[in-house]
């Protein structure tokens, strides 16, 4: 069995240039599937790959959230729930285009960080 590595990126440890370099395509990774686009066309690039990983776990609370809410309109809360987690999802994603785009290193909340930061993808 494989044991899991802690695949955390440090902010302080990505140079300017790396994040320029990122910079052009890193928002794409809070545009729904899109973080396929910055995952694979910046591979080696820490200031693309720490944003892809917040794109990838809203993805799937985006998925979650589609699930959980046609499980809830059986209660007829459903549509409730969509719309309040689809508006919370929407301003989280515009956030992370606007702090990618400048060239920060901004820390979804929400537990999204957190969980960015453990994905074993390097």
């Given at each position: 069995?494989q044991s899991?590595?802690?695949?955390a990126?440090?902010?302080t440890?990505?140079?300017?240039?790396?994040?320029?370099?990122?910079?052009p395509?890193?928002?794409l990774?809070y545009?729904?599937?899109?973080?396929l686009?910055?995952l694979?066309?910046l591979?080696?690039?820490?200031?693309a790959?720490?944003h892809?990983r917040?794109?990838?776990?809203?993805f799937?609370?985006?998925i979650?959230l589609?699930?959980?809410s046609l499980?809830?309109?059986l209660?007829?809360?459903?549509?409730?729930v969509w719309?309040?987690?689809?508006?919370?999802l929407?301003?989280?994603?515009?956030?992370?285009i606007?702090?990618?785009?400048?060239?920060?290193?901004?820390?979804c909340?929400?537990?999204?960080?957190?969980?960015?930061?453990?994905?074993?993808?390097?």
């Amino acid at each position: 069995m494989q044991s899991y590595r802690y695949t955390a990126i440090d902010p302080t440890q990505v140079t300017k240039s790396e994040i320029n370099e990122g910079r052009p395509l890193a928002w794409l990774s809070y545009v729904s599937i899109l973080f396929l686009v910055p995952l694979f066309a910046l591979r080696g690039n820490k200031y693309a790959l720490f944003h892809v990983r917040q794109g990838m776990v809203l993805f799937a609370y985006k998925i979650g959230l589609i699930v959980a809410s046609l499980i809830l309109s059986l209660l007829v809360i459903g549509p409730a729930v969509w719309i309040v987690g689809s508006i919370i999802l929407f301003v989280l994603c515009i956030m992370g285009i606007v702090k990618s785009a400048v060239g920060e290193f901004w820390k979804c909340p929400f537990w999204v960080h957190q969980l960015a930061q453990r994905l074993p993808i390097s």
